[in-house]
């Protein structure tokens, strides 16, 4: 079983910054990617960023140069810094995690999601 616990949603004003952080735990034996994705009212959720085991990293078009993807040294904690932020980046963000729990058997998890407003 793998949990994952989020936080750090919230609102802010158009311009402003939010860090969102995504804790892994349970009984993983490796992580292949960990990834923010976000789902708007009447909207499909949608790939923000991830970043892989050997730290690749892709984003979506909408965030390049504002939202930076990160993980701890633990590779089992991973943050999405938000800086510059729109009205239309207002959503619910939701933390995905992949990996291995034991041979064989792979694992692809969701946080419970956080809500981050913001306002123009």
Request: hydrophobic share 35%; aromatic share 8%; with cysteine.
């Amino acid at each position: 079983q793998v949990q994952l616990v989020e936080s750090g949603g919230g609102l802010v004003q158009a311009g402003g910054s939010l860090r969102l952080s995504c804790a892994a735990s349970g009984s993983i034996f490796s992580i292949n990617t960990m990834g923010w994705y976000r789902q708007a009212p009447g909207n499909q959720r949608e790939l923000v960023a991830r970043i892989t085991s050997i730290d690749t990293t892709n984003y979506a078009d909408s965030v390049k140069g504002r939202f930076t993807i990160s993980r701890d040294n633990a590779k089992t904690t991973v943050y999405l810094q938000m800086n510059s932020l729109k009205p239309e980046d207002t959503a619910v963000y939701y933390c995905n995690v992949a990996g291995v729990i034991g041979p064989n058997r792979s694992f692809s998890s969701w946080g419970q999601g956080t809500q981050v407003t913001v306002s123009s």
